[in-house]
């Protein structure tokens, strides 16, 4: 691997970690980017998952520290999280680079606009609704978050949010606490299938996991509200750009 390579990967993992940690939306970088290196969609897709999952960990410890941890609630949504996660990690590998990477494209998109929307803090209730009616349509929902993680992941953050909010109204912090939980169990059963199939390069991988951990640490450790609309304005014309990219509509 050359030294442009490692550098770049480096600073969209990064810039991934930092996202992730101050919005979300952070493999809207680093998926497109292993793309661009060469890497066939399939192994790009299986390569983003060692940093997330790495970086998932990381969280879960610190929100145990902070007392912010459900292991009965997580353990329940993230059942059928995971064997959603198997099918669509099992459709990823099968599915052509090109048709991959304009379903990418599109998704990227979408996600784009859920970060410069915030539908989900308007979506937040403070009246929360744990009935076991509410606890059996979580668990449904979460079995087509799952598939959705196992497929593409990109964003997958939002979703969370987005269906916890409507479906239970926790606080966003019992959510992320969930949501940080619930994606490394299921990042473990849909990295395996890529890791069966051959599509995982683990050089690139760990890399990536290094910048991921570093972008984590900067974005946990700075105030960056002033920063927030830069940032935004970077992530439109990163991710329209990729898209564009993606879509074919030029070549760089």
Do not use: C
């Amino acid at each position: 691997m050359s030294l442009f390579k490692v550098i770049l990967i480096l600073l969209a993992g990064t810039a991934a970690g930092f996202l992730n940690t101050v919005a979300g939306g952070g493999s809207l970088i680093t998926m497109p980017t292993l793309i661009f290196l060469g890497l066939p969609s399939a192994i790009a897709n299986g390569t983003n998952r060692i940093a997330l999952m790495i970086q998932n960990i990381v969280a879960i410890t610190n929100f145990r520290r902070k007392g912010f941890f459900d292991l009965k609630l997580s353990l329940m949504l993230s059942i059928p999280a995971i064997l959603g996660a198997v099918i669509g990690s099992k459709i990823a590998v099968d599915l052509p680079d090109e048709i991959f990477n304009k379903i990418l494209a599109i998704v990227m998109i979408g996600v784009l606009a859920l970060i410069l929307l915030k539908p989900q803090k308007k979506l937040t209730s403070n009246m929360e609704n744990l009935s076991t009616k509410r606890q059996i349509a979580a668990m449904i929902a979460f079995f087509f978050v799952g598939i959705y993680g196992g497929f593409i992941q990109a964003g997958v953050g939002f979703i969370i949010i987005a269906t916890l909010s409507v479906i239970t109204g926790l606080s966003l912090v019992k959510i992320n606490s969930l949501k940080v939980f619930i994606v490394a169990l299921y990042m473990v059963s849909s990295l395996a299938v890529f890791i069966i199939n051959g599509k995982v390069n683990w050089i690139l991988g760990l890399t990536l996991a290094v910048g991921n951990g570093l972008g984590a640490w900067l974005g946990s450790n700075f105030a960056v509200a002033k920063g927030d609309k830069w940032i935004r304005i970077i992530l439109v014309i990163a991710v329209l750009g990729m898209a564009a990219k993606l879509l074919g509509v030029f070549n760089f």
